[in-house]
């Protein structure tokens, strides 16, 4: 099973700041996905990129996928109370027939 | 109409006890998974069938045993339960293995 770590684990914010979070493995993945879950919620998929170096926004989520796709990142610019959630990132590798989550990060957002 | 439906939402049992918990998707994917998400909120995925077959048995004790009906319902049974038993059960379903998961709102178990 790979490892998908992301960072940082927390992070608490003010609402209209910027932020980063981060997914890495040692592993070369030939998807990945990232989600969000609100508590008492299942997670909901926000994005599926594919191919090395590809950028994705959605609104103001901007997702990219790293060249060698060994790692991704979720940057939020303006954030709102509304973005708070725990943010989790599923990587797929050439052979699996399963996904394999990262260990997520929960991010706050203060009004 | 709720694509993944799992219930209970909500289970308080003593420790010991069996407990089922039933999920259903009206999506028309084929294959559909058990994950157990902890106090620390790792998900980590517990079983996958794929129409109605075991595909994907990861490291659980055998008191945990899924039973598939038909490709649409994937229910699991615990016999007895322990504390460490206790954690959110979520149900997923997926067109394939690896393509979008939609997750039902997950069952809080709290062993006592």
């Known amino acids: 099973t790979q490892l998908l770590e992301q960072s940082p684990q927390f992070l608490s914010i003010q609402e209209g700041e910027n932020l980063t979070v981060y997914c890495n493995s040692s592993s070369v993945f030939s998807s990945l996905q990232w989600y969000r879950q609100e508590p008492g919620e299942g997670p909901v998929l926000l994005v599926t990129v594919v191919t090395g170096g590809e950028v994705k926004k959605l609104k103001r989520l901007t997702f990219q996928f790293g060249d060698a796709r060994k790692d991704s990142s979720l940057h939020i610019t303006a954030a709102q109370p509304g973005d708070t959630g725990l943010y989790l990132c599923a990587g797929r590798d050439g052979s699996a027939r399963q996904l394999t989550f990262g260990s997520g990060t929960q991010l706050t957002v203060l009004p | 109409d709720t694509a993944v439906s799992q219930t209970p939402k909500y289970l308080v049992t003593q420790m010991g006890n069996d407990k089922s918990i039933k999920c259903e998707q009206n999506l028309g994917h084929d294959t559909m998974y058990w994950y157990k998400q902890d106090s620390k909120k790792f998900l980590k995925i517990m079983f996958s069938y794929n129409n109605k077959e075991l595909i994907i048995n990861e490291t659980v004790p055998n008191r945990f045993s899924p039973k598939s009906p038909d490709k649409a319902h994937l229910n699991l049974h615990i016999n007895s339960l322990e504390l460490g038993d206790s954690a959110v059960y979520f149900c997923?379903?997926?067109?394939?293995?690896?393509?979008?998961?939609?997750f039902g709102q997950g069952t809080r178990l709290t062993v006592v």
């Open positions: 997923a379903s997926s067109q394939r293995g690896w393509t979008e998961a939609f």
